[in-house]
């Protein structure tokens, strides 16, 4: 029987796995008629912030710690202040991480265990309370 998983990280299947939610994430931001309006929030090409979020995941999982080094430092509110984030954005954001999470083979479990202390995340990058 194989040892449980530690941490999101490795129940995610290490970096691969972190990588593959992320480019899953924003493939459904790109699509999703929900997220059009964060989508349209970002650059059009989604090629460094695939990287950033990922990284900053990555680390943020239990992983190794890279976010600092490859992009200087992060405090993800201050990081949101220039964009227009209310309830309906956040929902959007964190709508597109569910269901990339759902994409990937993980116990759903995990999947809560991910999405709390990504919804109290979510919560403080918003710009706006309504
Ligand atoms: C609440 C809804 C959210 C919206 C609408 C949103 C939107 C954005 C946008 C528009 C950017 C700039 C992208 C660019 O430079 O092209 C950004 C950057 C970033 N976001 Fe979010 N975000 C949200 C929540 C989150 C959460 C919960 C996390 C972490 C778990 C996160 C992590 C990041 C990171 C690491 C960056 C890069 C920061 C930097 O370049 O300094 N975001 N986000």
Known sequence: MSAPHQNPFEA????DG??????????LMDTLPEAATIRAMHKED????RDKLATFLIGWMGGP?????????????????PFDIG???????LLCMQRA???RDVDPTWIELIMQPMRQMA????????
């Not at 972190?18 to 493939?27: S, W």
């Not at 989604?46 to 912030?49: K, N």
């Not at 309830?87 to 959007?92: F, I, N």
């Not at 403080?124 to 309504?130: D, E, F, G, Y």
């Open 87 to 93: 309830p309906a954005e956040r929902d959007a954001w």
């Open 18 to 27: 972190v990588v593959a939610l992320v480019d899953r994430f924003y493939e």
């Open 12 to 15: 995610l299947g290490g970096e």
């Open 123 to 130: 919560d403080m990058c918003m710009t706006r309370s309504a």
């Open 46 to 49: 989604l090629a460094l912030i």
């Open 101 to 103: 999470l759902e994409d």
């Open 65 to 81: 710690q890279r976010y600092n080094e490859k992009f200087g430092r992060v405090i993800i509110p201050l990081a949101h202040r």
